[in-house]
């Protein structure tokens, strides 16, 4: 015979044991979904679409994604920016060539975090380089936030003063230096500077979409050759590997994983030499 303190403990141990099911169960829903949503992002990377309906590889994540992404508390191992407002310039045309090919152009980045310096191709990447350079002169990149730190690609993303993924300079550039010898088996090598763009892995119309925004490759990037290498990094990787040791974290207003580092470029030129 049960007595009733018998049948009380009994009731409430099976109504623990159920309170745990569902919880076990929610948490592998909740992993499911965490993979569907890391699957997606792959695919979209892996072709190369007009990520995130903003310029190839320079968007972010899903809105769902950054819901469930927790805030990151790292520290910011970086200084704050030198005063001064982003550029707010555009151009209705590509600047007219000027870039001499034979040459050898070196570009720096005086970042907040560090100093990044660039040894940039104008030979196998004349409009890029040509096009780089004049940004430079105009001050198009003084005092603009890289505003994506994307660690399943290994890449910090630039050059775009609106700080959303979105911004250009007016015109755009064409595709060049896709078949470099350096783009071996799908993969940027460390140490790459490359243009982002808006192909969407489809369509032709997508091509010849570059413009301002650029990324750097702190660590061998598993990307199609679908964006222009132009350069190398030949000073400063110490710094991009203070920056993505840093982590980032998911900002919903621009659907993008940005660094927690406070990454500003306070001041960037190119000198032919």
């Known amino acids: 015979m049960v ?112 100093a990044i310096t660039l040894k940039l191709d104008a030979g196998k990447a004349p409009h890029t380089v040509n096009s780089f350079a004049f940004l430079a002169a105009q001050g198009y990149f003084d005092h603009s936030r890289c505003h994506r730190l994307d660690e399943s690609i290994h890449v910090l993303q630039c050059g775009d003063p609106k700080g959303t993924g979105q911004g250009t300079p007016g015109y755009t550039i064409p595709d060049e230096n896709l078949k470099d010898s350096r783009l071996k088996g799908g993969v940027y090598p460390a140490g790459t500077v490359a243009m982002a763009n808006r192909y969407d892995g489809k369509s032709k119309e997508t091509r010849n979409t570059g413009g301002s925004q650029f990324f750097l490759v702190y660590q061998d990037s598993k990307l199609p050759p679908d964006y222009t290498p132009f350069g190398t990094i030949t000073g400063g990787m110490d710094v991009l590997r203070k920056i993505a040791d840093a982590g980032s974290r998911t900002d919903r207003s621009i659907g993008a994983t940005v660094p927690n580092a406070t990454v500003v470029i306070n001041r960037a030129t190119v000198t032919k030499s």
């Not at 030198?82 to 870039?99: D, F, I, L, Q, R």
Request: hydrophobic share 35%; glycine share 6%; net charge positive.
């Open 3 to 114: 007595s009733k303190d018998q049948r009380r403990r009994q009731l409430a141990r099976e109504k623990f044991e159920r309170q745990q099911q569902r919880r076990s169960a929610a948490r592998r829903k909740t992993k499911r979904r965490n993979v569907v949503i890391a699957s997606a992002v792959a695919v979209a990377l892996a072709a190369g679409g007009a990520v995130w309906a903003s310029v190839g590889l320079a968007g972010g994540t899903s809105d769902r994604a950054a819901a469930d992404e927790a805030p990151s508390k790292a520290p910011d191992p970086c200084d704050r920016p030198a005063k001064g407002t982003p550029s707010a310039k555009t151009w209705k045309k590509e600047p007219a060539m000027t870039v001499d090919t034979s040459a050898a152009y070196t570009a720096k980045l005086a970042t907040t975090c560090g």
